[in-house]
T-cell receptor
Framework: DAKTTQPPSMDCAEGRAANLPCNHSTISGNEYVYWYRQIHSQGPQYIIH???NNETNEMASLIITEDRKSSTLILPHATLRDTAVYYC?????????????FGTGTRLTVIP | GAVVSQHPSWVICKSGTSVKIECRSL??????MFWYRQFPKQSLMLMATSNEGSKATYEQGVEKDKFLINHASLTLSTLTVTSAHPEDSSFYIC???????????FGPGTRLTVT
C-alpha cells in the first residue's frame, strides 16, 4: 500500500480556507486519493476522493498534482465544526478490503 | 446515503466479563465489515475483516479467541470482547463495505471502558 505523509497539525481562522496537504509519492496508477475526517469521539466521515482530476463536492475540493505525488484538500470556508483530524488515504477501490490504512492524519483546529 | 449504526455507543464493564458490540448496515447489504480499534490520541488500527457467512480474518497481533467476530447476516456483524481487561478499554469502530461501490461506511463507534 502507498503510504501518505501529512503535517501533524494545522490551525485555520474561522471563515478562511483551510488547505491540508498530503504527500503520496509512491502512489500507483490505479490508486485513488481519499480523504476522511474524524471529529472527536465519532467514526470517520468520508469527505472526497479522486484519481487524477481535481474534484469538488459540497464539503470540499481536492487538488491533485499532475504527477499525482501530492494532493491538497481545501475547505473553502472553515467553520468551528470543521475542527477534526483529517486523514489522507490512498487505495484501490477494487480491492476495498483491508486497504484503508489510517496514518496519523492532520489535526485541524479552526480558531474563532 | 449509506448508514452504519453501532450499539451500544458506550459501555462500562467489569474486568473478566464479556461485552458484545453490534454493527449494522441500515440501508444496504454489506458482505464485508471491518472492525477497528482506536486508543486515545492514536489513529484507527484495523483489527479484523468480517465476511458474511465465513470466519473473520484477523490482523497480526489481534487475538481471535479474545475478539470474537460473527457476521451472521448481510446487515449485522458483532464483536465480542471476551474476558475483558482494562487494557481493552478503547474506541471500537466498525465499517461496512457497500457492494459494488467498494466504499467503506463507518459507524459512530463504541467506547468501551473496563474497570
Amino acid at each position: 500500500d502507498a503510504k501518505t505523509t501529512q503535517p501533524p497539525s494545522m490551525d485555520c481562522a474561522e471563515g478562511r480556507a483551510a488547505n491540508l496537504p498530503c504527500n503520496h509519492s509512491t502512489i500507483s496508477g490505479n490508486e485513488y486519493v481519499y480523504w476522511y475526517r474524524q471529529i472527536h469521539s465519532q467514526g470517520p466521515q468520508y469527505i472526497i476522493h479522486g484519481l487524477k482530476n481535481n474534484e469538488t463536492n459540497e464539503m470540499a475540493s481536492l487538488i491533485i498534482t499532475e504527477d499525482r505525488k501530492s494532493s491538497t484538500l481545501i475547505l473553502p470556508h472553515a467553520t468551528l465544526r470543521d475542527t477534526a483530524v483529517y486523514y489522507c488515504i490512498v487505495r484501490s477501490p477494487q480491492t476495498g478490503a483491508n486497504n484503508l490504512f489510517f496514518g496519523t492524519g492532520t489535526r485541524l483546529t479552526v480558531i474563532p | 446515503g449509506a448508514v452504519v449504526s453501532q450499539h451500544p455507543s458506550w459501555v462500562i464493564c467489569k474486568s473478566g466479563t464479556s461485552v458484545k458490540i453490534e454493527c449494522r448496515s441500515l440501508d444496504f447489504q454489506a458482505t464485508t465489515m471491518f472492525w477497528y480499534r482506536q486508543f486515545p490520541k492514536q489513529s484507527l488500527m484495523l483489527m479484523a475483516t468480517s465476511n458474511e457467512g465465513s470466519k473473520a480474518t484477523y490482523e497480526q497481533g489481534v487475538e481471535k479467541d479474545k475478539f470474537l467476530i460473527n457476521h451472521a447476516s448481510l446487515t449485522l456483524s458483532t464483536l465480542t470482547v471476551t474476558s475483558a481487561h482494562p487494557e481493552d478499554s478503547s474506541f471500537y469502530i466498525c465499517s461496512a463495505l457497500a457492494g459494488t461501490s467498494y466504499e467503506q461506511y463507518f459507524g459512530p463507534g463504541t467506547r468501551l471502558t473496563v474497570t
